[in-house]
């Protein structure tokens, strides 16, 4: 089997765009830890309550709350994941390894960008969730405005991509980041993908490495 694939990279650098692109031509399963709390959000429960203003703010929801819902989430005998949104600091890097890996191969890929760049990229995207499908405003337009391709339902805004929100969400990125990046490279785990180029050129570089 192939390793377990961790996608690591900024807000916006592009790790669900291209989750969805394996997932789709490689049968890779995607586990997002923002989708995952969203759809708690979504159905009103008491998690999701606890979460909403946290996820609003794009401060970062407390470790143990994101395993375990991750965990629940999760049949590693079953399936090759790609892991989207998590680690996102040091604690969280081990818990993957010593709570949902348990020993299973796994390859950690870091979306590298300029993260200037991020902010127009993320206050443009609108999602379906649906679909899956996700779209950008400004490169990667719906052909019907507000409507998704391929399923026809309504796109979405997400509450957390305004400029505001979008800001602290990259400074919890670097405060947080670095310790991560260094737990996987001193274990030679860690592989750097250009995330500035196009999105086909994101998932050549990608292809390459899985
Ligand atoms: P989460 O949902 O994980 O959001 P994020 O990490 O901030 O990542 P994004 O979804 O914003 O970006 P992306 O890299 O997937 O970019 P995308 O492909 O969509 O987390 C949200 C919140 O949940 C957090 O703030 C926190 O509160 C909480 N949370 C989640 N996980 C947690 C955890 N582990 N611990 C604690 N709290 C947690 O692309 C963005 C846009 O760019 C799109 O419009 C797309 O079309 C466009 N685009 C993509 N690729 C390219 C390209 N190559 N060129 C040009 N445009 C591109």
Known sequence: MSPQLILLG???SGKGTQAKRLV???GYTHVSTGDLL???IKKGSDLGNKVQSIMDSGNLVDDHT???LLNANCSLSENQYIFDGYPRNFEQAKALDSDV???STSKAVYFDIDLEIL???IVNRRVAPGS???YNLLT???RKPGFCDVSGEELVHRKDDNEDTVRNRMEVFKDNIDPVLEYYESADRLIRVDASLSSDEVYTQLLKII
């Open 10 to 12: 900024a807000p916006g």
């Open 24 to 26: 789709d031509n490689h």
């Open 38 to 40: 969203r759809s708690e």
């Open 66 to 68: 994101v395993l375990e």
């Open 101 to 103: 890996l348990k020993g």
């Open 119 to 121: 902010i127009a990229r």
């Open 132 to 134: 899956g499908e996700i």
């Open 140 to 142: 990667k337009p719906p």
